[in-house]
C-alpha cells in the first residue's frame, strides 16, 4: 500500500520527530546509548515499507544529522549513524540473496565493518588512541571478546528487527491503516 505524497511527506517527518525523541531518551535513562538507537532505527522499517528506500535514506539522514546536533550522548548519536539507523533500510536488500549462508555472511561483513570503521575513525581520525590502551579485564584478549559479544548481540538484533517487521507488516499495519485509508 502506497501512500499519497502528502502521507508519505507526513510520515517522513513523524517517523523523523519519533526517532529524535527516541535518541533524546538517552540523556533521561543511564546505560541506554544503545537501546534507544536501535529502537530508533526501527521505525525506519515502517518508513521503509509504507514510503520506500529513499524516503527512508532521507529520514536516516535527517536523524544522523539532527542527532550530532540535539542529543546529548555523542555515542548514542554515533551509534544511531553508523550502524542502527541505516541497517533496518539494508536489512531487506540483504535478504533477497538466495544462500542462506551468503546471507548471513553479507550481514556479518555489514556490522563488522561498521564496528571497524567506527573504531577507525574514533581512533585514527578523531585521535582517540587511548580507547585501546584500556584492555580491560580480559587483557590482550579484550578486543576479541569484545568482537565475539558484539557478534552475538548483533545475531540476536537482526533476529529481533526481523520479528518487528513481521510484527508491523502482519499486526500493526493491517490495524491501523486500515481504519485510516479505508
Not at 502521507?7 to 535518541?23: E, H, N, P, R
Not at 550522548?73 to 539507523?85: E, I, P, Q, W, Y
Not at 581512533?123 to 568482537?147: H, N, P, Q, R, W
Amino acid at each position: 500500500m502506497r501512500f499519497q505524497k502528502s502521507a508519505q511527506i507526513a510520515l517522513g517527518g513523524v517517523s523523523t520527530a519519533v526517532c529524535l525523541l527516541l535518541m533524546l531518551l538517552t540523556s533521561l535513562f543511564p546505560f541506554t546509548e544503545f537501546a534507544f538507537p536501535a529502537m530508533a532505527g526501527a521505525v525506519l522499517i515502517a518508513v521503509v515499507i509504507e514510503n520506500g528506500t529513499p524516503t527512508a535514506v532521507l529520514v536516516y539522514a535527517a536523524v544522523s544529522l539532527l542527532s550530532v546536533f540535539m542529543i546529548p550522548s555523542k555515542t548514542a548519536a554515533a551509534a544511531f549513524a553508523v550502524f542502527f539507523g541505516y541497517y533496518p533500510i539494508l536489512k531487506a536488500y540483504l535478504e533477497k540473496i538466495r544462500l542462506r549462508v551468503l546471507e548471513y555472511l553479507a550481514k556479518f561483513f555489514v556490522f563488522n565493518f561498521s564496528m571497524v570503521g567506527s573504531y577507525w575513525l574514533l581512533i585514527v581520525v578523531l585521535g582517540l588512541g587511548e580507547l585501546m590502551e584500556d584492555t580491560g579485564m580480559f587483557g590482550k584478549y579484550s578486543l576479541l571478546v569484545i568482537a565475539i559479544l558484539g557478534n552475538v548481540m548483533f545475531f540476536v538484533y537482526d533476529i529481533a528487527v526481523s520479528r518487528v517487521i513481521f510484527a508491523y507488516t502482519n499486526w500493526l499495519r493491517p490495524k491501523i491503516f486500515r481504519k485510516l485509508f479505508h
